[in-house]
């Protein structure tokens, strides 16, 4: 059970180690690109390219929906960035029950944004988890933790594949732990709980009173979608790479002539933007076609 291309290494791991997938279930087609036809879902896709049941219910609430997943008779569901809420009868239906493969170390990050919020928050470590589902929004026991730095350099699209591929082992070792009846399930701690809520639209426009670095976290955290923006001469511009520099000014206030801009803290050097409508380009590129002389404001 999943949907955006998170799930996909995971997919693939179950496939190549041997399990028999009995039905794939995703989100429902949406419409999509220029022409806004109706397109599925990466996994709904992978799955259907290699023969399997795909089912794409809007909703697993009716009793009707209830009754097909129970009449899989399956062993174990697995869950992976689906985006639906599973009732107690979907999650009690499975002999062994259901599984997800979260991407972070619970409890931090709760929720449907976990990859970008620790990014965001300026955290050091982040990991992937599988924990044993419960009614509650990511409350189950822990079964299996592996853990990576997130590096300076990190945005979300390189920090979500790094935690997909360890994800996909993580989760083929965990359930042969399951299958063997020797999986140790670790309740989660009662503190340190965060929530990894969706990002909003007005979350992402940049607000150059904030110190350098809280704006990195935020830039690379939004990278490369849905992108922290702001506006030069009246243009939105997305902002998709920096790099904390130094130099102090009104915030907003490019410092030279090769985009250090000031910050409430700091300054930031702007490394690749994107005008729009138009493709990414380095700060090089993107000022031969449009100067930003020292003194000019970004709002």
Not at 111 to 132: E, F, K, L, N, Y
Not at 145 to 157: C, F, G, L, Q, R
Not at 249 to 266: H, K, T
Request: glycine content about 10%; overall charge negative.
């Amino acid at each position: 059970m999943g949907s955006p291309t998170f799930a996909l290494p995971a997919l693939a791991a179950l496939i190549e180690a041997g399990h028999e997938i009995v039905c794939v279930y995703s989100q429902p087609p949406r419409p999509a690109g220029r022409g806004k036809q109706d397109r599925p879902t990466p996994v709904h896709a992978f799955a259907a390219e290699r023969g399997l049941e795909v089912r794409t219910p809007k909703s697993l609430k009716r009793a009707e929906e209830q009754e097909a997943f129970a009449a899989l008779k399956l062993d174990a569901a697995i869950v992976v960035a689906y985006g639906l809420i599973l009732p107690k009868a979907i999650l009690d239906a499975p002999r062994l029950g259901a599984f997800n493969l979260h991407g972070s170390l619970l409890p931090r990050w709760r929720g449907a944004a976990p990859i970008q919020r620790a990014i965001m928050a300026g955290d050091r470590v982040t990991g992937v988890q599988v924990m044993h589902m419960e009614e509650g929004l990511d409350t189950g026991p822990v079964l299996a933790t592996a853990e990576t730095p997130i590096d300076v350099e990190d945005n979300t699209s390189t920090l979500h594949d790094r935690l997909a591929a360890l994800g996909a082992g993580l989760l083929i070792d965990a359930l042969k732990k399951v299958e063997r009846g020797e999986a140790v399930e670790t309740p989660q701690s009662e503190e340190g709980v965060t929530y990894a809520h969706k990002i909003t639209p007005a979350e992402t426009r940049i607000d150059w009173t904030r110190p350098a670095r809280e704006l990195d976290w935020m830039i690379r955290g939004l990278a490369p979608s849905p992108g922290a923006w702001c506006e030069l001469n009246g243009a939105r511009i997305k902002v998709l790479h920096t790099r904390v520099g130094l130099g102090e000014g009104a915030p907003g206030e490019a410092l030279d002539e090769e985009m250090l801009i000031a910050c409430g803290a700091g300054a930031l050097r702007l490394l690749k933007v994107q005008r729009e409508g138009r493709a990414p380009l380095d700060a090089e590129a993107f000022l031969r076609g449009q100067a930003v002389p020292a003194g000019s404001r970004l709002a």
